[in-house]
């Protein structure tokens, strides 16, 4: 793309863009909103709250932050549950395999040949 093409391009893109700006400028929801966003900001500027206060004070069920989640659950838990492990038993070929993971290369193998929901109804769990 030339240069003059991609600058036409663009100018045709902020056209749009500022059409669009002026008409949800015009848009009375949008004025409450912004009327409503700086209401709440005073207001919690005047008690010095955040909007982390707000939403625990209105919601306090409501969900924490992803890395406040991980937090709690590795000090709940102390460690990851172990896996159990699995047999195969493939009746085509009789052979058996012992594996706590799906990665092993010989289940991939039936996986793709037999397909996947075929070769999990051939597992027993052993523990």
């Not at 991609?6 to 863009?17: A, D, H």
């Not at 209401?39 to 709250?49: A, P, S, V």
């Amino acid at each position: 793309m030339s240069l003059i093409t991609e600058y036409r391009t663009l100018e045709e893109n902020i056209k749009e863009m500022q059409e669009r700006l002026k008409s949800l400028s015009q848009d009375d929801k949008l004025k409450k909103e912004l009327e409503f966003e700086g209401k709440l900001r005073t207001l919690m500027g005047e008690y010095q709250k955040s909007l982390r206060d707000i939403i625990a004070l209105l919601d306090p069920e409501a969900k924490v932050g992803k890395a406040q989640r991980t937090a709690g659950k590795a000090a709940a838990t102390g460690s990851k549950r172990a896996r159990k492990v699995k047999q195969y038993k493939n009746p085509n070929t009789g052979e058996v395999i012992e594996t706590k993971g799906g990665n092993h290369k010989t289940l991939k193998e039936w996986k793709a040949k037999w397909g996947g929901d075929v070769v999990e109804g051939w597992a027993t769990l052993l523990g």
